[in-house]
């Protein structure tokens, strides 16, 4: 059976202290296309990731390039310059090991399967982490709607029939996750990726949970992705 090529397209903006950590992880992943978008860092991020990009491009697929800030913006930028059957979306704080990569390839032998996540770990060590996850898992599980901090992938020509991520502020990725399940099946992989709890903390987790269900469920009534950025930004 013919083996899927698979993309990794990764956003990136001010994340230098975590790029050395993120570059030898993909490098790791043995992916077919490793895009890495940067939007517009102003904390040397962009200097230092086209430097060491341009000494691994030539062995590992490495590619870099820039767009405007939006994590919408700069997947579509990446994955318009992907050639790969599968993109798989990750975010700069998240972990994700070569044999999820093979269980991707694995589950989109399948025709009828759209795309998919996986289940995720927090870093956080409290109790309180590990239910924030169980809640993560289980939403996604029985509604089939993904958030982008659980490595999303999907096929390229379906992606690129839906339009790709919808140019929105925020929720860009609950909106393709709700116009892929109208494309056939969305699989929800019980391999555990590992993405930071650095939001929850930050913020306090009791604050960032209310304020992201609010958000969700503003987001389900209607109310306008722009208007939801100006609270999630005035709440921080």
């Excluded at 994340?15 to 050395?20: A, F, G, I, V």
Aim: net charge positive.
């Amino acid at each position: 059976m013919e083996k899927l090529s698979i993309a990794v397209i990764v956003p990136v903006l001010n994340e230098m202290k975590r790029l050395p950590d993120l570059m030898q992880m993909l490098a790791e992943l043995n992916a077919d296309e490793v895009m890495i978008v940067d939007g517009e860092s102003t904390d040397g991020s962009a200097d230092w990731l086209s430097g060491e990009i341009s000494k691994r491009a030539s062995e590992s697929g490495f590619v870099y390039c820039t767009s405007s800030p939006g994590r919408a913006l700069q997947l579509n930028s990446g994955a318009e310059l992907c050639h790969s059957e599968i993109l798989l979306f990750l975010h700069a704080d998240t972990g994700i090991h070569a044999a999820s990569l093979e269980r991707i390839r694995d589950v989109m032998q399948n025709p009828e399967v759209v795309g998919g996540r996986f289940d995720l770990n927090l870093t956080g060590t409290g109790l309180v982490f590990r239910l924030i996850e169980f809640m993560i898992n289980l939403r996604s599980r029985l509604s089939r709607i993904s958030t982008g901090d659980q490595a999303m992938f999907v096929r390229r020509e379906v992606f690129e029939r839906l339009g790709r991520f919808p140019n929105q502020s925020l929720m860009e990725d609950i909106e393709l996750s709700k116009r892929l399940k109208r494309e056939g099946s969305v699989v929800c992989l019980r391999e555990r990726i590992t993405t930071s709890s650095r939001r929850w903390e930050k913020h306090g987790v009791m604050r960032t949970i209310v304020l992201m269900w609010k958000l969700r469920f503003l987001y389900w009534t209607g109310v306008s992705p722009g208007r939801l950025e100006k609270m999630y930004r005035h709440a921080r």
